[in-house]
């Protein structure tokens, strides 16, 4: 992916009205999850709606690999699965390509697991940490038996005989490090328990008791939340339906907000509270969302989003809402670019450990197409020009990460003049349908004439 030969650069420009119904894909964190889950449960599972992106893709394979029998049937995925506490050995490496939550995730679930397991990934996927997950692992008794500088892949595990449950205090707001522990804690005995200071999406939590394991959540005087699992529980096969991913849902929502006249309705979008963090503030800054049909599908609330272009204003958004929109924030600041005012997002530094530094790439890329902000260590402040006048023309450097390449083709459907980003390929890994649906909303991105 790093040789330019294999790139397949991308331009939008500035567009008519759009319009129209669309569905996202199904959401990631729990199309992962649901492959987890079903593979590790006794009994089937049926998922519908799958997203059925590279990334969890990537996941069902690992299951396979471990003795999981995960096969499409129509609309639906069906899963035959091992039983809690009997996953196999896998013959080979497991890889992950560009998936940290599939690699994060699947560490903690084997790491408990008496056997050898060796994980890889893609260049991006590599240079990501992961001591953040192997550090409670060691403490439940797995060895790292290889890993490259600063706990990165390819890593290899070796699993206990006996795993020891821990109390593990999450040091950083994260689902995957939370979700990494619990998976861990689900083949060890006793009762393992994570603290989060600060809750991030709890997908795991709600999915773990739907297929029957033991767990309790309590929140203490300080706001903290207590997760606690009873390992070697007998987990049951489930049907499962996965609502329209959110994190895809903000590319079409914000392209309808700063394109003039637009009227765009998105069907089906998850609305748990964890995860609507970018909704709350672009509401703030004016825009005009409506929630409408909102109901409850496999216990989680969603709702179709009707979305009118809006003249939006900048606003200050606080680091204690970065867990709930850690994702959005490369389209937030695409919105920010053109809103009267200057739009400030604190509590930023989990962006620097994503499939890029994500918060460097979102600079560069708004510097490179005439959008006044500033770069901090745990800071990005927009200065937005509401017309898009003068802005546009850059190229812009994803760096293999898909919500780079898609914020800022959101961002040329505005500007005075194109945006090109050098790469499109990595999209598929986690919203295959994005060129279709944006163009079918009549957005104007194209594959530039003579890119592969």
């Keep these: 992916m790093t040789d330019n030969t294999l790139r397949r650069p991308a331009l939008s420009r500035k567009s008519s009205a759009l319009s129209g119904k669309v569905h996202v894909p199904g959401d990631k964190s729990i199309s992962h999850r649901a492959l987890m889950f079903g593979g590790l449960a006794a ?7 799958l997203l059925e992106g590279e990334d969890v893709l990537r996941t069902g394979e690992a299951m396979k690999a471990m003795g999981a029998a995960i096969a499409r049937d129509g609309p639906a995925w069906v899963i035959q699965g091992t039983g809690n506490g009997c996953l196999l050995e896998p013959q080979a490496p497991l890889d992950f390509g560009n998936a940290g939550t599939g690699s994060r995730l699947t560490m903690g679930l084997v790491g408990t697991y008496d056997m050898t397991t060796r994980f890889i990934g893609d260049a991006s996927l590599s240079k990501r940490p992961m001591a953040r997950v192997l550090d409670p692992l060691r403490q439940m008794g797995t060895q790292v038996l290889e890993a490259r500088e600063g706990d990165r892949l390819p890593i290899t595990l070796r699993g206990p005989k006996h795993a020891a449950p821990i109390t593990y205090r999450v040091p950083m707001p994260s689902a995957q490090v939370k979700s990494a522990v619990l998976l861990a804690g689900l083949n060890t005995p006793g009762v393992t328990t994570v603290v989060e200071p600060v809750m991030t999406r709890d997908h795991t939590e709600k999915m773990l008791a739907g297929f029957g394991a ?10 903290a939340r207590h997760i606690r699992l009873e390992g070697q529980a007998t987990l049951t096969g489930q049907e499962i339906a996965v609502p329209g991913d959110p994190s895809s849902a903000a590319f079409p929502l914000v392209a309808a907000l700063i394109v003039p006249g637009s009227d765009v309705t998105i069907e089906n979008v ?19 969302i409506a929630l409408e049909n909102r109901r409850s599908a496999g216990g989680e609330e969603v709702a179709d989003l009707r979305v009118r272009a809006s003249d939006l204003k900048g606003v200050t958004v606080p680091a204690e809402r970065a867990p709930f929109m850690i994702d959005e924030y490369p389209v937030l600041a695409v919105a920010a670019a053109f809103a009267e005012g200057e739009t400030l997002m604190q509590g930023l530094e989990e962006l620097r450990v994503k499939e890029s530094d994500r918060l460097a790439a979102v600079a560069a890329g708004l510097k490179a197409n005439g959008v006044d902000c500033t770069e901090g260590e745990d800071f990005l402040a927009v200065r937005g020009r509401p017309e898009g006048k003068g802005l546009g023309g850059g190229e812009v450097e994803t760096h293999l990460d898909h919500r780079i390449a898609m914020a800022f083709l959101v961002l040329g459907l505005a500007t005075e003049k194109p945006v090109t980003i050098d790469d499109q390929t990595m999209i598929a890994t986690s919203f295959p349908e994005f060129m279709d649906l944006m163009t079918g909303m009549g957005a104007g991105i194209e594959t530039p004439k003579g890119a592969t």
């Design 214 to 223: 033991a767990i309790e959540v309590e929140t203490d005087s300080q706001g």
């Design 270 to 288: 998850l609305m748990n509270p964890t995860r609507t963090g970018l909704i709350l503030t672009l509401q703030q800054m004016g825009a005009d």
């Design 43 to 49: 009994g089937e599972t049926r998922v519908t709606g």
